[in-house]
């Protein structure tokens, strides 16, 4: 959601959650900006009511799970049960057709990203150096006696790899998610909503409420879905009709 933030679009999630009823609703972490709120405050009554609109639901009987993000990783200096609200590190979700779902943040595979991010940074700025040096490169290596050995071609592989750090990092993440005994897991964090099957484990990211306006339900049948585009009724749009398909939703999970 990243409430206190320009880009976060409170409104549509604010229509979301008002036309929708949920047994179940897991944040699944940067709920709030601290990060940048401590940079300005920029709080809008739609903010509010959003934050608003949730405590209601769980004085309404909605259990409400809060898992922090890395944005307002302050509330996890307190994790507890608060009536119907529950702050936890991750959840373990059980799926209507029996799943074990693990729903973290995802902040948690960030050294990894964090990594390739710098490869990429790397690889942009030093790409023409590294042509230039290449020749060097390889004076050397023949004054020692090893062979051809191309440092652009070598720079351009990692390039590739930090383009797809999106690929990279879901499957960080379903590796991260094996050691819980689950079949699926449910992260948001890089703001790319997805469901991809990995192996033994499906992959689920329930989006955000900036770009993708997203987020992942359960049915009753425990079919998950990924809503997308959840803004304000456009109705040439909109193909999904809310409130029949969400009515009987038992849970839902969102940004
Ligand atoms: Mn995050």
Not at 15 to 28: G, H
Not at 78 to 90: F, M, P, R, V, W
Not at 108 to 127: C, F, M, P, R, S
Request: aromatic letters at 10%.
């Amino acid at each position: 959601m990243h409430l206190g933030t320009r880009g976060s679009k409170a409104k549509a999630l604010l229509d979301f959650l008002r036309e929708n009823e949920f047994q179940t609703l897991y944040i699944a972490g940067d709920l709030i900006d601290i990060w940048s709120l401590r940079r300005g405050i920029y709080w809008p009554q739609s903010h509010n009511d959003v934050v608003q609109k949730i405590l209601r639901k769980a004085r309404k009987g909605t259990r409400i799970i809060y898992i922090p993000g890395n944005h307002d990783e302050f509330l996890a200096g307190h994790l507890g049960a608060y009536g119907a609200i529950t702050i936890q590190k991750h959840a373990i979700h059980c799926t209507a057709d029996g799943r074990r779902i693990l729903v973290m943040h995802g902040h948690e595979l960030d050294t990894v990203v964090q990594n390739i991010k710098w490869l990429a940074l790397l690889g942009d700025l030093g790409y023409q150096l590294l042509l230039a040096l290449n020749p060097l490169v390889n004076a050397i290596r023949r004054f020692l006696g090893f062979g051809y050995w191309s440092l652009s071609q070598a720079a351009k592989r990692r390039v590739k790899d930090a383009v797809s750090f999106i690929g990279a990092y879901e499957h960080g993440i379903a590796r991260y998610a094996e050691r819980f005994n689950v079949q699926g897991v449910l992260c948001g964090h890089i703001h790319t909503p997805a469901i991809r099957p990995l192996g033994a484990i499906t992959y689920y990211n329930c989006g955000d409420w900036v770009e993708n306006c997203s987020a992942m339900v359960e049915h009753a049948d425990g079919r998950m879905e990924l809503l997308t585009n959840l803004q304000l009724p456009t109705p040439t749009k909109s193909t999904f009709l809310p409130s029949q398909s969400l009515n009987r939703s038992p849970s839902i999970v969102t940004v």
